[in-house]
């Protein structure tokens, strides 16, 4: 039993003596003190270079409770997000920034918990069977509200181009930014470059509409020339927070809405077709006058 533990402590004096074990042993301490180090420069890193970002955000638009910008905080601590670059869309209802992560542009979406008109969306959220919600909290419907949208962007993800959806966080939501190799995004179907090919364009946002309403089951619900961007040639859609699955009650409603303004728009730059003659080319079925009464109303 001597000669054992003799034996050990050999091994262990050796392994003491041995200059190139204790080399690494420190290299290896060296390392680990180098990434905490690093690390807490990092975070702190952050907070400076943000503080001021956010806090400049809460004075100006008066629209972020301190339990946002800890989640944008979040955002930044997670390594989420490096850098927020600036202001893509302010509404009523929510703000748009563009940031960077990567070398990656991404969109933040931030809806205004004080201003959103949360009647109309409690409107949307009723009758979606992926949603059992009790009227009883704003908050929670605010956050169904962006789960909707997270939702909805994933099944459009997977059939027309559309912005991939990456992250939600209560009132935000973390999203690919569409735009050029600069980071500057892309112009909306409104404010498309004079030489568009329009009627390319058309055919390519009936088939769209078409693969949503039948493949990915999912109507738009706000679909206009103001929610398509266009990059490369090609229709992009975002905003789908007002989206519903084709099981709502108010999906062929929806529809309705949406297809009359895209007819409307192409329209006035010289491509002709009825709304009713694009229901039908969507949904094999005619247009219900009542469902398009009801359209009127949203």
């Known amino acids: 039993m001597n000669n054992t533990k003799d034996t050990y402590n050999n091994k262990d004096k ?116 992926r949603f059992h919600l009790r009227k009883s909290s704003t908050r929670q419907i605010i956050h169904a509200w962006v789960e909707k949208e997270f939702r909805n962007l994933k099944r459009a993800n997977n059939y027309v181009n559309s912005p991939k959806a990456l992250l939600r966080r209560e009132n935000i939501l973390l999203m690919e930014l569409i735009c050029d190799d600069n980071g500057v995004p892309s112009p909306r179907l409104k404010d498309a470059p004079s030489d568009i090919d329009y009627k390319s364009i058309f055919k390519i946002i ?57 007819c409307s728009f192409f329209k006035r730059k010289g491509i002709s077709w009825d709304y009713d003659r694009l229901y039908k080319y969507i949904t094999g079925e005619n247009l219900n006058p009542i469902d398009e009464e009801l359209s009127k109303n949203y």
């Open 206 to 262: 009936r088939e769209d509409l078409k693969t949503l309403y039948n493949d990915a089951e999912i109507v738009h619900g706000d679909l206009s020339e103001y929610n398509i961007l266009i990059k490369e040639n090609m229709p992009y859609y975002i905003d789908f927070s007002q989206g519903v699955v084709i099981q709502h009650p108010l999906s062929k409603s929806l529809l309705i809405r949406d297809v009359k303004n895209i």
């Open 14 to 129: 050796n392994r003491d003596k041995n200059p190139e074990s204790s080399k690494n042993r420190k290299h290896d301490i060296s390392n680990m003190e180098q990434e905490k180090r690093l690390d807490r420069e990092y975070q702190k890193k952050i907070i400076e270079r943000k503080k001021k970002f956010l806090e400049d955000l809460k004075t100006e638009d008066g629209v972020f409770d301190s339990r946002t910008l800890l989640s944008l905080y979040g955002l930044l601590s997670g390594k989420h997000i490096e850098e927020f670059v600036g202001t893509i869309n302010s509404g009523k209802e929510s703000i748009v920034f563009s940031a960077v992560n990567k070398k990656r542009y991404l969109a933040v979406k931030v809806y205004r918990v004080s201003t959103c008109d949360f009647k109309t969306m409690w409107k949307y959220i009723q009758g979606d069977p």
